[in-house]
């Protein structure tokens, strides 16, 4: 196992500057996150030309790149371009968000099926984030989705259990089907906390990782609207200096 960083916690700046900061904090992988939403980094423009981007990447930084993180669903031919563009960087995990609640089960199987089939095709591991408000939100029903398609993996965020509606629910289920993870500290009542005063025991997970012979990243991705400017850098550091410390 490693420790990496999801440029998700500097998306209120541009990418290009999100690494420089980064590299500052002497963090030395990179998950890149993608939001069509956002001016940080967007997925149809990533998507459009994957080698200029490519470009753009190794002019802008010497990090080394490690996973991909997806906020939108992309149709097929957008998401093909996105695994080129992994391929390139010789990337080997994309994490995608499940369906929002309500989506009918098999509707769900029929669309990961799809992505699926479209990454291992370009030899990518392919993941659900666990999140709030989506049908991973219940580790039971992530556990279901990966037995339904195969290949199909999940990356693990234990915030989403911590502090969501489905609290009282082990996560134990999920761990033999985790290809990534993201992780932050988080209390029953609040996603985002300063490190070491929430509720994630990250030696528990890093032991049951290692049950499971996981072998890649410790991602960490903070979210930059929970916290302020003066505390980020500090709370990274922390952050990092405790996977490490674990390893």
Not at 37 to 42: I, T, V
Not at 76 to 99: D, M, R, V, Y
Not at 216 to 229: F, G, K
């Amino acid at each position: 196992m490693f420790v990496a960083i999801s440029s998700r916690c500097f998306s209120d700046v541009s990418f290009a500057e999100a690494c420089s900061q980064i590299a500052d904090l002497h963090y030395d992988k990179l998950e890149l996150w993608m939001d069509d939403a956002s001016e940080h980094l967007k997925s149809s423009y990533v998507a459009e030309n994957p080698e200029r981007f490519v470009k753009q990447y190794r002019e802008a930084t010497r990090l080394t790149p490690v996973a991909i993180s997806l906020e939108q669903d992309l149709p097929p031919g957008p998401f093909e371009s996105i695994c080129k563009l992994a391929k390139i960087l010789k990337i080997t995990q994309i994490t995608i968000p499940a369906g929002a609640l309500g989506t009918p089960f098999n509707e769900e199987i029929d669309r990961l099926r799809s992505r699926q089939a479209i990454a291992s095709t370009s030899g990518i591991r392919l993941s659900l984030k666990m999140k709030t408000s989506t049908l991973t939100e219940d580790p039971r029903t992530a556990f279901e989705l990966c037995q339904s398609v195969q290949g199909l993996g999940i990356t693990l965020d234990p915030s989403a259990v911590i502090c969501g509606p489905f609290s009282n629910q082990s996560i134990d289920p999920v761990f033999p089907y985790t290809y990534h993870t993201h992780l932050r500290d988080t209390s029953p009542t609040q996603l985002q906390i300063p490190v070491g005063l929430g509720e994630v025991d990250y030696n528990r997970i890093i032991s049951q990782l290692q049950r499971c012979n996981y072998t890649r990243a410790l991602s960490v991705e903070m979210y930059p609207e929970l916290i302020t400017d003066t505390d980020r850098s500090l709370e990274l550091r922390k952050m990092r200096m405790l996977l490490e410390s674990l390893l």
